[in-house]
C-alpha cells in the first residue's frame, strides 16, 4: 500500500474516532482569487457558522470542498488548477489547510458571432451587425471568466430587443476551452428574428373617458418600426396626463403579427372630480392656503376645468382654466384667466390676465406658444398710481434632462423665452421681452453635486412706462440672489422698489448628502436688476443650509449673508397637498 494513502487512512481513523470539534479554515491562494473561494468553500461556510462537526462530516466537507474550488476557479478561467487539502489538530479542534495554485489563466483566442433570422438577410441591417460586433465586451486577448461570457451574452441582445427586433433570441452560444494553450473559442448564434413594425392599439380599462384620449398619447403610429423607448413614452404620456393613475403599455412578440403588431394598453382612470386643500410658507411670500377643484370630463369630452385660489401673506390670487385633451399631433390647448394682486417690496399690483395657450412635450423639450390680454393697476407709496395693458404674444421653450429626482445629480434644466406688444394692438406701450435662465447639475464624489444656476432678462422699449410688472424684473429671494428680501433689488422708489427692464443672476452650489434624507448646501450668489445694461451692478449673497427630501418634496433651508446690506436673512419654503 502507498505510504501517502497509508498515512491518509490513518488520518481519517483518528478523526472518525473522534467526537465532534470547532473548525477553522485557512486558504493559501492568490489574492484574486482567495476572496472567492474563502467565501463559497463548504468548510469555510460551516466554520463561519460556528458548526461542531464530527470527524465523517469534516471528511466529507473536506472532499467536496475540493471539488467546489476546482468548479470556482473553473469560472475565473483557471482549468488546471492544482488544489490539495490537509487536515490539523489545534488543540482539542481541528484546521483544514487549502493550498490552491491556480496555474494560468484562460484567455479568449478567438470571438464568432453568426446572425441568423432577418438580421441576416436584410440590407438595411448591415450597421445594426456592425455595431453589434464591435461593442461585444469579449475581445481576443481579456481574460476569460464565466461572469463576463453570461454577461457579455445577455448584453448582444439588448441593441436587438430595443430596436425592431423585440423577439431576438440566443439560438446557441459555445465556449470550447483548450486546456493545453489555456485558450477559448467563443461561438455565438444570435437569431434576430422578423422584424417588428405597429399596429393599432389593443385598449382595455376605459370607462369615464373618451378612448381618443389614449390613441392620440400613442407615440407609436400604425407602421413605424418597434422600438423599446416607443412604450416606454407612451406609459409615461398616460400617467403624466391627468386621466390616468396607472397605465401598462406593452406588445406580444408573436412573429404571426410582426408586421403590425397590437399594442396592448391597459388604464386605470382617475376619478372624475377631484378637491384639493394646501398648505405652505415660504420666506419669500409668507405664509399660503391653497384650495383647487378639478373636473376631468366636461361636456363628456375630456375636457379638464381647474379652479384654483391661493392666499398667501403678500400675494393673493384666483384662477380658471378649461383645457382640452392632448391632440393627436401631440398639442394641448387651453384657455384661462387670473385674478393677482400682491405687495412686495412696497409694490402693490392688481392685475387680470386672459389667456389662450398651445403646449407641446416631446420628450426632454416642452414648448408653449400664448396670446395673452393684462390690465394692471400699480402704486408705489405716492410716487406711482398707474394702470397698464398689454397684448402679448408669447413663446416659451424649455429642456428638462435631469429625470425625476427631488435633488438631481446630473443633467440641466433649460429655459427660454420671448415675447412682445404693440402699441397699436391694445396695448399702451410696444416692446419685446428676451429671458434664459440655465440651472447644470454635476456629480461631485459619491454623495454630493455641483449646482450652476445663471439667468438673463431684457425688455427692449423706449420706455418702461406702460408695461405690466409681469413683464419686467425684479431680483433677490430664494431663487435668485440669497442674503436678500424677496424682489427687492430693482429700481429704488420712495416707498417701494419699482421692476426694471434688465436682470441678471448667478449662483454656485455645493450640496453632500450625509444619507438617503439630509444634506447640506454651501453657496454664492450673485446679481442685480436695473434699467439699462451699464446700470447693473451685481451685490452677492454667501451662506450655508440643510436639505431634506420630505416626502411631498425637497425643503430648503438657508442661512445667508447679504454683502450690500451687511445682514443675515434666512429663506426657508415647505408646502403640503392634501
Known sequence: MPARLFNTLLLLAALFATPAHALTVEVDAPNEVKALLTQH?????????????DAEEIARLQRQSELTARDLLA??????????????????????????????????????????GELKTHADAAGLRGRI??????????????????????????????????????????ARIDPAARAADLTLTIDSGPAYFYGEPVISGVQRYPVSI???????????????????????????????????????????????????VEVVERAEKRFSVGAGVSTDTGARVQVGWLARDIADRGLRLKLDARIETNRQSGAAELAWPRTSAGYENSL????????????????????ARRTRRRGQIETTVSLQYQTEQQTIGDVVDVRNRALSANYAW????????????????????????????????????????????????????WVLRGEVGSVLADTRDGIPTDFLFRAGGDNSVRGYAYQSLGRTLEGGVASVRYLATGSVEY???????????????????????????????????????????????????????QQFRLHFSLGVSF
Open 41 to 53: 468553500l463548504e468548510t469555510a461556510r460551516a466554520a463561519r457558522q460556528g458548526e461542531k462537526l
Open 75 to 116: 469560472t475565473e478561467g483557471y482549468f488546471s488548477p492544482r488544489v490539495e487539502s490537509t487536515v490539523e489538530r489545534v488543540g482539542d479542534d481541528w484546521r483544514v489547510v487549502y493550498r490552491v495554485d491556480p496555474g494560468a489563466r484562460t484567455t479568449v483566442r478567438s470571438v464568432k458571432l453568426v446572425f441568423d
Open 133 to 174: 460586433e464591435r461593442s461585444f465586451s469579449l475581445k481576443q486577448g481579456m481574460p476569460f471568466r464565466q461572469a463576463n461570457w453570461t454577461a457579455a451574452k445577455l448584453a448582444v441582445l439588448q441593441p436587438l430587443l430595443a430596436v425592431r427586433y423585440p423577439a431576438a433570441r440566443l439560438a446557441a452560444s459555445e
Open 214 to 264: 389614449v390613441r392620440n398619447l400613442n407615440p407609436a403610429k400604425p407602421g413605424k418600426p418597434f422600438r423599446q423607448r416607443d412604450l416606454l413614452d407612451y406609459q409615461v404620456a398616460l400617467e403624466t396626463s391627468g386621466y390616468y393613475a396607472h397605465a401598462t403599455v406593452s406588445i406580444e412578440p408573436d412573429p404571426a403579427q410582426a408586421a403590425a403588431v397590437p399594442i396592448r
Open 336 to 355: 384661462g384667466a387670473q385674478f393677482k394682486q400682491e405687495d412686495i417690496e412696497g409694490q402693490r399690483t392688481r392685475s387680470t390676465v386672459a389667456a
Open 398 to 449: 424649455t429642456q428638462r434632462a435631469v429625470g425625476r429626482a427631488f435633488y438631481p445629480r446630473r443633467g440641466h434644466v433649460l429655459t427660454l423665452q420671448a415675447g412682445g406688444a404693440a402699441e397699436a394692438l391694445l396695448s399702451d406701450t410696444s416692446f419685446i421681452r428676451l429671458y434664459g435662465r440655465h440651472t447644470q447639475y454635476f456629480p461631485a464624489g459619491n454623495n454630493g453635486r
Open 511 to 565: 450640496n453632500y448628502f450625509f444619507n438617503r434624507t439630509w444634506g447640506m448646501a454651501l453657496f454664492v450668489d450673485a446679481g442685480d436688476a436695473a434699467d439699462s445694461p451699464g446700470q447693473l451692478s451685481p451685490v452677492f449673497g454667501y451662506g450655508l443650509g440643510a436639505r431634506y427630501r420630505s416626502p411631498v418634496g425637497p425643503v430648503n433651508l438657508d442661512v445667508a449673508y447679504g454683502e450690500a446690506t
